[in-house]
């Protein structure tokens, strides 16, 4: 895409215009130089020397920043190019028959809940089937839409590239007509920053990255540009909830007024995406995304384990839970897929390098259970470690294993193991109730392995994410076989007449099946069953070496960001990888 730079018209203005310093930033150092000795002729000389210097340290900050953002502008290709689908027809591509089979029928699945969705909810942000009178099995059901995020529609938009990757062109069609003509963001409405961004910027720019069709990016640009006010705070960690109309931000009062951490670091991938494909940095300037990381990177403990709330006044840490499962998760998540999305280059590596600090804060949480030795990750308040595990942080078998490969040799196996027993104690969240569904998290008490605490299961999708991972870097068929018996276990007890909900308690069955909630999550069809499809597919369909995910399932072109004084048209990237991720142990193709 050609990016437009607006050529100054009159002289004498671009003077006065801020965008002629930006791209100079030696005059605006000047500028700044010339400002700074005029006020020395006013001012006390003492005092003045000191916070001069601290300022002029902060603005040669700002201009190697800007610097960089200049370089990368100038260096990234820009990826607007279409994803063929003809080349991305995967039935051309030698497959296993059983792997077809089982594709087929997630593909099914996503049709049902498609459809579903399409006749009973079009628009809305998720379908609901609510029971007409209280609650046996069986009994008939009111089916509606539900605007759990404001009415962004956001089924629509998580299954975007979801229908896209799975060859459904119709389907596709016929959303993308419906966010050309009635997708409508300027509503009243107090959104979450979080899932706004990896849904809403997510699909968008997924869908983009993947048709190449221009509706989306500005779709996704209308969006983040309403919840960039939420970065606007003392510390530069946002608010995580924002008014769409007038940019008004706060945070939600259960948590005393502290952000979120998961809230707060989970922005990263999409706005830097958003920043390379428009050409405009803004989005992933010091002021916002980025700064979170910088600021969060100042009180980073030896141990990389933030707790799980932080004061957006002060930037410091308040007295609360650390965890890799809610509120915590996706936070270590980005720091490793910013990496791998600049394509591990020098400019990125300190993300890796915050990553790699945290993942020794994981080994120091992993335990195991009696008597059958499951590894878990535990959580951790103050000093004591609490032997709890939720079915979210299942997520990390999947993240630890795409990081291993950045590791030394020995350290990388060692890592690849861990990934590897945890992904089997996910499956055991599943394998171990009466329905095979997982409950939402788990207690591990002496003697007992595992025991479900909270047990509903709503649709979620981490477990089956990892597995993904697992066989696509292993090339461990096991892994796909775990993915397979999780998914009949969905279309066993989830999925009814109209789409997929989820279950109250996976404990108890009920004529045979779990019994019914009445949601079908928009992650659902975003991501469990997305995963589950490229489970069954070739590898090359979505390759981990051109996309990174973002953590809705979303994924997103991998885009060399360049360092500074790395100058050169080629990417000079600087590959610290060992080995190559598709090596791993069994060379799976
Ligand atoms: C997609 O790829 C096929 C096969 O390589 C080619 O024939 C076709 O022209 C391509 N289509 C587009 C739109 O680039
Ligand atoms: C974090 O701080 C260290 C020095 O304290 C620095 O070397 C590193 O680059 C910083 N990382 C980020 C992401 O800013
Ligand atoms: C495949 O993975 C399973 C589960 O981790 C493991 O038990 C099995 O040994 C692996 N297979 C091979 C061939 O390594
Ligand atoms: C990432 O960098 C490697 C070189 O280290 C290069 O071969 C590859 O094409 C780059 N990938 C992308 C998507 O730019």
Known sequence: MARSRSSSSSTTWRYINPAYYLKRPKRLALLFIAFVSVSFVFWDRQTLVREHEEELWKLKEEVLQLQNQLEELKHDDIPVHKTNLTT???????????????????????????????????????????????VF????????????????????????????IMGLHEQFQKAREWVVTSLDFNKNYDASVFETTIRVVGGLLSAYDLSGDNVFLEKAKDIADRLLPAWDTPSGIPYNIINLVNGNAHNPGWTGGDSILADSGTEQLEFIALSQRTGD????????????????????????????YIN??????SYSTITFGAMGDSFYEYLLKVWIQGNKTAAVKHYREMWETSMKGLLSLVRRTEPSSFAYISEKIGSSLIDKMDELACFAPGMIALGSSGYGPGESSKFLSLAEELAWTCYNFYQSTPTKLAGEN??????????VGTSWNILRPETVESLFYLWRLTGNKTYQDWGWNIFQAFEKNSRVEAGY???KDVSTLIVNTGVKDNMMQSFFLAETLKYL?????????????EWVFNTEAHPLRIVSRVAPGEGSKQHKATNIRVRARREGRFGKA
Do not use: C
């Open 442 to 451: 788990y207690f591990f008490h002496s003697g007992q392995d595992m025991t």
């Open 137 to 164: 099995f069986g009994q008939p059901q009111s089916k509606n839409g539900v605007d759990s995020f404001g009415g962004l529609g956001a089924t629509l938009i998580d299954s975007l590239d979801t229908l896209y």
């Open 88 to 134: 991305m027809n995967i039935d051309d591509l030698p497959i296993d028959p059983i792997e077809i089979q089982r594709r087929e029928k997630v593909k099914d699945a996503m049709i049902h809940a498609w459809t579903s969705y399409e006749k009973y909810a079009w628009g809305h942000d998720e379908l609901q089937s609510k029971p007409l009178k209280a």
């Open 533 to 545: 499809y490229l489970l069954f597919s070739p590898p090359s369909l979505i390759s981990l070496d």
């Open 312 to 317: 957006p006044h002060k930037g410091t840490t």
């Open 501 to 503: 909900v989820g279950l």
């Open 281 to 308: 940095p803004k989005y992933q300037q010091k002021v916002f995304v980025e700064n979170v990381i910088r600021e969060l990177n100042k009180t980073f403990p030896a141990d990389g384990l933030l707790p799980i």
